[in-house]
């Protein structure tokens, strides 16, 4: 495992063609698939589906940050955010009451590091703690996603996470939190078992790692 530099194999939107193929297979997997212009159709798109009072958790995305969808889901005052509650907690006293909390949100919402034309998408994980929701804890689940995140397949998604995405976020910790991020737990969905559970916004620009 390398942590060295980012390739840029990995930064290049997909084209329209790629983009209608991946969303064809998450379809077919499971998955409602919406294709957006770009993070504001997103952001907007995001109020419509998510009803008012709900219980949302956010993950840990540059995608979620640079949209401004997370400050809306967790400043916005519109939704029962968890994240801010999870924040002011403390993580000795009250780490089951946390672990609760940001596992079975009524909705979370997130992006991947990776989705395949073959209709998976990829989620990988320092600490783990942002996944039991995405695999099914949560009730609803969306995934905001830039094209560049599009690649042809698992094998190449697991290379896009360790080459591009490791060193972009150790870069990030290392700067926020003193030591550089690992790839210590993985999430691979290949198909939604609830119909309508798991939504993908598959934007035509690119954003996020």
Not at 21 to 44: S, Y
Not at 94 to 114: G, K
Not at 175 to 198: C, I, K, M
Request: glycine share 10%; charged share 20%; hydrophobic share 40%.
């Amino acid at each position: 495992m390398t942590t060295s530099t980012p390739t840029t194999q990995f930064t290049e939107a997909a084209t329209a063609d790629r983009l209608e193929r991946a969303a064809g297979a998450l379809t077919a997997h499971g998955f409602t698939v919406e294709i957006l212009d770009d993070d504001a159709a997103a952001r907007t798109r995001i109020q419509d589906l998510i009803p008012e009072g709900a219980s949302v958790f956010t993950g840990a995305s540059e995608t979620l940050r640079r949209s401004g969808i997370e400050e809306d889901i967790n400043a916005g005052g519109r939704y029962d955010a968890i994240r801010p509650r999870v924040l002011a907690m403390d993580r000795a006293t009250q780490a089951d009451e946390i672990r609760r909390l940001t596992a079975t949100p009524d909705v979370i919402v997130n992006s991947v590091h990776a989705v395949t034309e073959t209709g998976s998408l990829v989620i990988a994980s320092g600490s783990g703690s942002q996944l039991p929701g995405n695999a099914g804890g949560a009730a609803r689940a969306i995934w905001v996603v830039g094209a560049q995140k599009v690649v042809p397949d698992l094998d190449t998604a697991l290379r896009r996470v360790e080459d591009h995405c490791l060193p972009l976020e150790s870069a990030r910790t290392q700067e926020a939190y003193g030591y550089p991020s690992a790839v210590n737990r993985l999430l691979v969905l290949n198909g939604e078992y609830v119909p309508g559970r798991g939504t993908v916004l598959l934007l035509r620009e690119a954003i996020g790692f």
